[in-house]
Nanobody, 118 residues
């Protein structure tokens, strides 16, 4: 089990940028898949981006080209750089750590609120 703490959320105008951070309590190398998810009230939690221990990434179509996920194993931290933000990006963003896609849901952080104004 790992504790995850997200930070970096806030209020930003459309077109602006934010960088989210996810600090883990242990070495994240053993978690092959680190990811960011988001959820708005009344909606299901959706995948935003994932990154493997080898550095392979994938993104939701809605954020591809605007968001970049990265990981720093030495710092036990995962980042989500968000550029060209849109009002529809408004959500609570959650960090997730799992050992594999078939290893259960993994561990979650408490979330950080991102609000994009028009």
């Amino acid at each position: 089990q790992v504790q995850l703490v997200e930070s970096g959320g806030g209020l930003v105008q459309a077109g602006g940028s934010l960088r989210l951070s996810c600090a883990a309590s242990t070495n994240i190398f053993k978690f092959n898949i680190m990811g960011w998810y988001r959820q708005s009230p009344g909606d299901q939690r959706e995948l935003v981006a994932t990154i493997t221990s080898g550095g392979d990434t994938n993104y939701a179509d809605s954020v591809k080209g605007r968001f970049t996920i990265s990981r720093d194993n030495a710092k036990n931290t995962v980042y989500l750089q968000m550029n060209s933000l849109k009002p529809e990006d408004t959500a609570v963003y959650y960090c997730n750590a799992r050992r594999g896609w078939f290893s259960g849901g993994g561990d979650w952080g408490q979330g950080t609120q991102v609000t994009v104004s028009s």
